[in-house]
């Protein structure tokens, strides 16, 4: 089973920036997308970014210009640099790898979040 492990969360002032990282504990192969995903206190977990495996990325209007995600290969790890952070990006930050083996089989993998709190 395949653990994503991802770190960088933490506390910081409106205005700031983090970078999370995100990363496999073991190489993957065949994915299609790896995605950021934030669950604020009692909303619905919501996508901000994703990344291809063509390096093509999206982002929620919300986060656009703010956020960017990116991909080191030779390290494995896709992050999410924030800046210019608001309170309302507070919220458990969760890493999301989707794709198929060589066989077929479709996989989709959750980290265990990292918190993010941004104090007004």
């Known amino acids: 089973q395949v653990q994503l492990v991802e770190s960088g969360g933490g506390l910081v002032q409106a205005g700031g920036s983090l970078r999370l990282s995100c990363a496999p504990s073991?190489?993957?192969?065949?994915?299609?997308?790896v995605g950021w995903y934030r669950q604020a206190p009692g909303k619905q977990r919501e996508l901000l970014a994703r990344?291809?495996?063509?390096?093509?990325?999206n982002y929620a209007h919300s986060v656009e210009g703010r956020f960017t995600i990116s991909r080191d290969n030779a390290k494995n790890t896709v992050y999410l640099q924030m800046i210019s952070l608001k309170p309302e990006d507070t919220g458990e930050y969760y890493c999301n790898v989707v794709g198929s083996t060589w066989t077929g089989w479709s996989y989709d993998y959750w980290g265990q979040g990292t918190q993010v709190t941004v104090s007004s």
């Open positions: 073991r190489s993957i192969s065949g994915i299609n997308a």
């Open positions: 990344i291809t495996s063509g390096g093509s990325t």
